[in-house]
């Protein structure tokens, strides 16, 4: 079993919608958690890091952390077409060192 | 402007030929990372460096080989022994402790 499951996809939204992406994991010593998003071709760019459990809002994109139930989520709000790419949770623990991904979950919003 | 640089964009090599890419950061990060992505996959940790003249293999180091000679530099080599090679290389790197990691734009190998 892996230690951190995406939501597989693909996902096909139409402009406006609400889109919810999400990670369970299973090691509990994970205590920061990353969402990337990346478009076809090109290296992922960080869109939220966050720490606590809680919500973390900027802009459009609130990510949301629930470390009692390992569960992550990453809502994109007013979703846009320029939106469309795939989206990789990632999460390491106190001792840092390296990153463990999810596969990623493939967005497609069409106008 | 700071940031993460890769080179080339893309590879082409024949297959036995070893071949090395490179990665070059002007961010002052300590920790750098090469992880490498297959069509339709996540990304799997093949080596990485959270010091200079030290780095550690990851998931899948096999018929990969690195260097940490200088901070801001971190190349990676194919080796003819990597059965499979062709497929989406990045390089990241990090500050250290808990920071955040940045990726570089990625080259794409193809080995024929």
């Known amino acids: 079993q892996k230690e951190v499951e995406q939501d597989p996809g693909p996902l096909s939204v139409p402009e406006g919608a609400i889109v919810s992406l999400n990670c369970t994991y299973s090691n509990s010593a994970f205590q920061y958690f990353m969402w990337y998003r990346q478009y076809s071709r090109k290296g992922p760019e960080l869109l939220m890091y966050t720490y606590s459990s809680g919500n973390k809002e900027d802009g459009r994109f609130t990510a949301q952390v629930d470390k009692s139930s390992k569960y992550i989520s990453l809502f994109i709000r007013d979703s846009q077409p320029s939106d469309s790419a795939t989206y990789l949770c990632?999460?390491?623990?106190?001792?840092?060192?390296?990153?463990?991904f999810g596969d990623g979950t493939t967005l497609t919003v069409k106008p | 402007d700071g940031g993460i640089t890769q080179s080339p964009k893309y590879l082409f090599r024949k297959e036995g030929q070893n071949v090395t890419l490179s990665c070059e950061q002007n961010?002052?990060?300590?920790?750098m990372y090469w992880y490498r992505q297959d069509p339709g996959q996540g990304l799997r940790l093949i080596y990485y460096s959270q010091i200079v003249n030290d780095f550690q293999k990851g998931d899948i180091a096999e018929g990969y080989s690195v260097s940490r000679e200088k901070k801001e530099s971190f190349p990676l080599t194919v080796t003819s022994a990597q059965k499979n090679p062709t497929a989406f290389y990045l390089c990241?790197?990090?500050?250290?402790?808990?920071?955040?990691?940045?990726f570089g734009p990625g080259t794409r190998l193809t080995v024929t």
């Open positions: 990632a999460m390491y623990p106190t001792n840092a060192g390296k990153s463990t």
């Open positions: 961010l002052n990060h300590d920790a």
């Open positions: 990241a790197s990090r500050a250290g402790g808990v920071d955040e990691q940045y």
